[in-house]
């Protein structure tokens, strides 16, 4: 399974930005995605996942009301809409999948990265002035 992100770049504070995770598998639309962090010199950190049909969404506390996950099944492909970025936000933006997942539900059981069985290589987000 190859996950590729890509959309990362420089944004002012305040700023937006959109990630996109591209999968290689067709079992993408049976599985949980997922978006973590990892700013410099800090552990990976998880941001956001969203259920396989994508009816159900969790995050990370600090970016809820700012990120949105989502996904589109027939592409193959999951999203993080990012808004109103602050410096704290800087980091490489990760996403993950939990293959073959069809949980109705994601919560806290799915914030750690040992439940994820693929990655991607990373983005890099700097928000900046």
């Known amino acids: 399974v190859e996950l590729v992100e890509s959309g990362g770049g420089l944004v002012q504070p305040g700023g937006s930005l959109s990630l996109s995770c591209l999968s290689s598998?067709?079992?993408?639309?049976?599985?949980?995605m997922g978006w973590f962090r990892q700013a410099p010199g800090k552990e990976r950190e998880f941001v956001a996942t969203?259920?396989?049909?994508?009816?159900?969404?969790y995050y990370q506390t600090s970016v809820k009301g700012r990120f949105t996950i989502s996904r589109d099944n027939a592409k193959s492909t999951a999203y993080l809409q990012m808004g109103n970025l602050t410096p704290e936000d800087t980091a490489v933006y990760y996403c993950?999948?939990?293959?073959?997942?069809?949980?109705?539900?994601?919560?806290?059981?799915?914030?750690?990265?040992?439940?994820?069985?693929?990655w991607g290589q990373g983005t890099r987000v700097t928000v900046s002035a």
């Open positions: 993950a999948m939990i293959e073959g997942d069809t949980a109705m539900v994601v919560g806290p059981s799915h914030r750690q990265p040992s439940a994820y069985d693929w």
């Open positions: 598998t067709r079992t993408f639309s049976n599985s949980i």
């Open positions: 969203i259920s396989w049909n994508g009816r159900s969404t």
